[in-house]
């Protein structure tokens, strides 16, 4: 067995671990610090346009390797491992949850509070948002207050978002700007977004991406990286309840063990991994998996629901201009008092349906020289956007990561399954949120003289996140507010397993702010070291 002693060890190389080890690096220059990741690394910046074009013109999967084949379970569970994780792909679209998810409890009687005040998450936010390069436009709404600009001015609108927010307009509905963390300028040594349309494989590396903040820890020697190297069980000490080793599987070298030994570990897995970790670390002292006394570990799991429509509209829209991009409306994050509780987000999109190149008319007929450029002019009368709304829904305790026997890894690990459920109040308003929704759509195709094709209804929950969640009472949580173990003094969970409640946006920037918010704490840790013992 091969043997690592350090003095952070984090399991798991995503986006939430590439921020913490960023920060702590700075807190605390000179901690050793790992970070142990079952993928590969695929530090290709310089390949991603030939990968880009290839997966254009022959369909190729950009990220090959970005997967291992037996780690994978039942229901939705974030297949992406390599260092950077599932935010290789990530559209980098960054919105801010709002005030009421933290007071859900309070405001409504719904679900949870969060053991965290707005005011205080609002400061991590814009240190995400600095962090990562998000460019956008501020909310016109005086409760989507921000203590500081966005770093970088918003995404030049198309012609298509123009027309888009007009329309927008009309129906009395106010749309912006969807901040993103794509470069608007050149910004934290990475390039400009030239606007081409791939961000799933971002040829510029305007798109931030994780694997760009490892990169430059290992060239500043700040972080030792194992990759693919998967950690199969936490260990516990024999007497106390501090973990003492986290025991893994180096991928290239399967018959040698390690073992990482460290004061401090963090879990920084992601939604499924996680849970998934401390389940399988169970021992005669914690029969149930580590952090789980209170049962909860692997509950509790959330994400949002959404709905979606195209609308076609009398507004012309050329669909192809920049189709990542797009325009949100945060008008429906505050629920009414005195109706059914309903909150969401409001996207929309240029969208290509209807105005699909095509030789061929309705009835199968070949379209040649004026035939075709007549049918073109017919269809591109009327313009098609795409609108969605991720839709806040409460999970159910028994909403449920667990242990799947019967599917097993290489290694013998029973894999996880996620049964995502909803609580018995999301259930009961949920004809009355369908019918809030179809009333905006409503209301948007009226404004244009439009008609709704076609309506959508995720079958999944999007942004998923949960299994650990914060809290304050041991009994009905599985960590603090900073993602520390009721259970463990020297364990963290970090980023989006600790979220009680999922809003009703994109999660990423919330995981990343919270996990700012725990770098603090999890420095404080370790003594602040003069400059003559860092250098040594
Ligand atoms: C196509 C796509 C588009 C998206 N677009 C957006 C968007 O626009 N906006 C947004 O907010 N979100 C978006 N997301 C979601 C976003 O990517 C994720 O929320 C985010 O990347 C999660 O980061 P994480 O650090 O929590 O976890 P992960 O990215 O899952 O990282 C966890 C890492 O831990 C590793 N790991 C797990 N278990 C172990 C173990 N036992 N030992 C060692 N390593 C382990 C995994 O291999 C993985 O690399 C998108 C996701 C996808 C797939
Ligand atoms: S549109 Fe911008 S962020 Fe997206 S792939 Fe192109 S350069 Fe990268």
């Not at 180096?250 to 897995?269: I, M, T």
């Amino acid at each position: 067995m091969t043997r690592h002693e350090t003095d952070l060890c984090i399991i798991g190389g995503g986006i939430s671990s590439a921020m913490l080890a960023l920060k702590i690096s700075e807190l605390r220059p000179g901690l050793s610090i790992t970070v142990v990741e079952a993928g590969s690394r695929i530090f290709n910046l310089d390949q991603r346009m030939n990968l880009r074009r290839r997966s254009l013109d022959y369909g190729e999967n950009p990220w090959p390797g970005d997967f291992i084949s037996d780690q994978a379970g039942q229901g939705i569970v974030s297949r992406t491992m390599a260092v950077g994780g599932s935010a290789l792909h990530w559209g980098g679209v960054c919105n801010r949850f709002s005030e009421e998810d933290l007071r859900l409890h309070s405001m409504f009687g719904l679900a949870v509070d969060w053991p965290i005040e707005w005011k205080e998450l609002e400061k991590f936010y814009c240190e995400a948002e600095r962090r990562l390069g998000v460019n956008g436009e501020p909310s016109p709404l005086p409760e989507d207050w921000r203590s500081e600009p966005y770093p970088m001015k918003p995404m030049l609108m198309s012609y298509n978002l123009t027309q888009l927010k007009a329309w927008g307009q009309k129906s009395g509905i106010p749309f912006w700007i969807t901040p993103q963390a794509k470069n608007t300028a050149p910004y934290d040594g990475r390039a400009q977004c030239i606007r081409c349309n791939t961000c799933a494989i971002c040829p510029t590396g305007a798109r931030y991406s994780p694997d760009f903040t490892f990169q430059r820890l290992l060239a500043e020697k700040k972080i030792e990286l194992h990759d693919q190297t998967l950690v199969r069980k936490l260990v516990l000490h024999d007497t106390s309840d501090k973990i003492v080793a986290a025991q893994a599987v180096n991928r290239a070298k399967p018959d040698d063990p390690v073992e990482y030994r460290a004061p401090l570990f963090v879990v920084a897995s992601g939604y499924a991994w996680s849970s998934h970790l401390l389940l399988l670390s169970l021992n005669s002292r914690f029969p149930n998996g580590l952090a789980n006394k209170s049962g909860l570990v692997g509950k509790y799991m959330c994400g949002h629901q959404y709905i979606g429509a195209h609308i076609e509209i009398d507004t012309k829209i050329y669909p192809g201009m920049n189709e990542e991009h797009s325009l949100i409306s945060r008008r429906f994050f505050r629920s009414k008092p005195g109706r059914s509780f309903v909150r969401h987000d409001l996207r929309i999109w240029e969208s290509p349906v209807g105005h699909e190149p095509r030789l061929r008319s309705n009835d199968g007929r070949l379209l040649l020289g004026d035939d075709l450029l007549n049918d073109w002019r017919t269809r591109a009368r009327r313009g098609t956007a795409r609108v969605r709304a991720y839709i806040d829904v409460h999970p159910d305790r028994d909403s449920s990561l667990s242990l799947d026997s019967s599917v097993r890894n290489r290694w013998g690990d029973p894999m996880p399954a996620i049964d995502h459920r909803l609580d018995s109040a999301t259930l009961a308003r949920q004809a009355a949120t369908k019918q809030h929704i179809q009333e905006i759509f409503e209301t948007l195709a009226k404004a244009d003289n439009g008609k709704i094709i076609a309506t959508s209804a995720g079958d999944y929950l999007d942004h998923p996140a949960g299994g650990c969640r914060m809290g304050t009472n041991p009994s009905t949580s599985v960590t603090d507010s900073y993602g520390r173990a009721h259970d463990h003094e020297n364990l963290y969970v970090v980023g989006s397993p600790t979220l009680p409640t999922a809003g009703c946006t994109n999660g990423t920037l919330t995981f990343v702010a919270l996990t700012l918010r725990s770098a603090e704490r999890i420095a404080a840790h370790f003594p602040a070291r003069s400059a003559n013992v860092q250098n040594r």
